[in-house]
């Protein structure tokens, strides 16, 4: 599974920005796709998660009414709108394959076995 993350830059407080994640290889997976962030001396941490197939989603609290994470079936593609965005936001964003097609775990990036390149999203205050 061959993952490309695209649609960072700088944008405002208050700004909004799109994020994409195309899926593709002929081992591509039905499991579900995270998105996932990593700021300047921190953790990695989780954002959202979306399942292929029932299009059921996961928000971590601090971005749950200002992201929303959405998928296209046809294009195999993963979106992230991000919304409202806040300074603390700043971070390269990541997409990932879940490891195995459940719901165990979701936010746990132990759980993901393919990664994208990442996309910087920059906002200024």
């Known amino acids: 599974v061959q993952l490309q993350a695209s649609g960072g830059g700088l944008v405002q407080a208050g700004g909004s920005l799109r994020l994409s994640c195309a899926a593709s290889?002929?081992?591509?997976?039905?499991?579900?796709m995270g998105w996932f962030r990593q700021a300047p001396g921190k953790e990695r941490e989780f954002v959202a998660a979306?399942?292929?197939?029932?299009?059921?989603?996961y928000y971590a609290d601090s971005v749950k009414g200002r992201f929303t994470i959405s998928r296209d079936n046809a294009k195999t593609t993963v979106y992230l709108q991000m919304n409202s965005l806040k300074p603390e936001d700043t971070a390269v964003y990541y997409c990932?394959?879940?490891?195995?097609?459940?719901?165990?775990?979701?936010?746990?990036?132990?759980?993901?076995?393919?990664w994208g390149q990442g996309t910087l999203v920059t906002v200024s205050s």
């Open positions: 290889g002929r081992t591509f997976s039905s499991s579900p």
């Open positions: 979306i399942s292929w197939s029932s299009g059921i989603t």
């Open positions: 990932a394959s879940k490891r195995e097609n459940n719901w165990f775990r979701t936010s746990n990036s132990l759980e993901y076995a393919y």
